[in-house]
């Protein structure tokens, strides 16, 4: 079964950046869509950004947009989004997620199959 792992979350002042990766380590990421995800206390999961198994399509939350960048490296399996201008809402457990079918992105969190244990960002002074 894929598994996959979140890593470079941590604690970083407002208007700081952070990258955190999404790794698989027995199966190969790139037949499918990979979408980051996150969970602050006391809400809803929601969709952050996605991108489709080439890389040449993605989506982002309109709360992200301009500040967050998704990409991905097929060559080292690997799944990155880029965060600058953090805020404090931006708090939350980052997840990432892959699913199919790999050409479409989506935002859904029920629409993806596989799901990282998450890695914690927090924003704060």
């Known amino acids: 079964q894929l598994q996959l792992v979140e890593s470079g979350g941590g604690l970083v002042q407002p208007g700081g950046s952070l990258r955190l990766s999404c790794a698989a380590s027995?199966?190969?990421?790139?037949?499918?869509?990979i979408g980051w995800f996150r969970q602050a206390p006391g809400k809803e999961r929601e969709g952050v950004s996605c991108?489709?198994?080439?890389?040449?399509?993605?989506n982002y939350a309109d709360s992200v947009k301009g500040r967050f960048t998704i990409s991905r490296d097929n060559a080292k399996n690997t799944v990155y989004l880029q965060m600058n201008s953090l805020k404090p809402d931006d708090t939350a457990i980052y997840y990432c997620a892959a699913s199919f079918p790999a050409t479409i992105t989506s935002l859904i969190p029920y629409e993806y199959d596989y799901w990282g244990q998450g890695t914690q960002v927090t924003v704060s002074s």
């Open positions: 991108i489709n198994s080439s890389g040449g399509s993605t």
């Open positions: 027995e199966f190969t990421l790139n037949y499918y869509r």
